[in-house]
């Protein structure tokens, strides 16, 4: 059963986005928040960033703070069982197919007062495919406003070309919009009250900014395509035979037969020397599009 109308679903093909309000019920998002909970804990322990958990620039032992819980589908219950739902599965399959296979999760956290910024960037820019059915959706843990930091779209450029992402002749996961023909006028923010889904096509340019507010801004994202979209050679994603591959299957059938689609595509290589983070490798940017917090030591 489709739990998208025809309105919402013509949408998202023509801007590349969707905004769906309380689709997530409390007490999914309760669950959600007393996980997060466990996972600051574990921060306030730690003094650099590992490969669970990704610490603000500004991080202390005094005062952690905490950017991103890396793959918490791997290291939560909550997390992996909503993804397997019609929470979350219903509105993929419905833009995208019933063959639906994982590439990635991440809860972003933009707390109160310092939250980072994520630059202008596009999905596909990091791990080209096959075609382009790649998707996210973001859970909104917490109510996203304007001025919380939340996503920001813009929309139709998920039909255009794949933008530069690299500065100085390396990858650097991010481009400027004014640099690319994209008027800022056009920008939308995604907001709306905690329990929303915004999904966004992989070819979209979309960034987010800091967030200075007094409350957090919290979204776990799961990227997902076409079970058919297999990726490029020289793109970031990393997966251990097809048997690996397969056990990414989130619904449906898998294959070995790629679907090929002519549209753009632009390899995410030299990679630059930084731990796999768009945080990071987003700092190889020499011109930023949002301001920045400077870390304890600045």
Excluded at 19 to 34: F, Q, S, Y
Excluded at 45 to 69: F, Y
Excluded at 88 to 95: F, K
Excluded at 252 to 269: F, V
């Amino acid at each position: 059963m489709e739990c998208l109308s025809p309105e919402q679903k013509a949408h998202y093909e023509e801007h590349g986005y969707l905004l769906v309000e309380n689709r997530i019920p409390d007490e999914w998002l309760t669950k959600i928040r007393d996980e997060i909970a466990r996972f600051e804990a574990e921060a306030a322990t730690m003094t650099e960033s590992n490969d669970r958990l990704d610490l603000e620039d500004s991080h202390s032992a005094d005062d952690p703070r905490l950017r991103r819980i890396k793959l918490p589908h791997t290291i939560s219950d909550v997390v992996r069982e909503l993804m397997y739902s019609d929470h979350v599965l219903a509105p993929a399959r419905d833009l995208i197919g019933p063959n639906l296979r994982l590439h990635t999760t991440k809860l972003n956290m933009k707390s109160a007062g310092y939250g980072a910024a994520v630059e202008w960037h596009q999905d596909y820019a990091f791990y080209p495919h096959t075609n382009d059915d790649i998707l996210a959706i973001g859970i909104c843990i917490d109510d996203m406003a304007e001025e919380n930091g939340p996503l920001m779209v813009f929309p139709g450029s998920h039909k255009g070309p794949v933008f530069d992402h690299h500065a100085e002749g390396v990858f650097a996961g991010a481009m400027l919009p004014e640099d690319n023909g994209l008027d800022m006028a056009d920008a939308v923010k995604l907001t709306g009250p905690a329990g929303s889904i915004s999904i966004h096509h992989g070819r979209i340019v979309h960034g987010s900014a800091l967030n200075t507010s007094d409350r957090a801004r919290r979204i776990l994202f799961y990227e997902m395509m076409a079970a058919d979209a297999f990726p490029i050679m020289g793109s970031m994603t990393k997966w251990d035979g097809i048997a690996d591959y397969d056990a990414r299957m989130l619904c449906g059938a898998p294959t070995l037969t790629p679907r090929l689609k002519d549209i753009p595509i632009r390899i995410p290589q030299p990679q630059p020397d930084v731990p796999i983070s768009i945080y990071e490798i987003q700092k190889g940017l020499k011109t930023r599009a949002f301001d920045t917090i400077p870390s304890k030591e600045n």
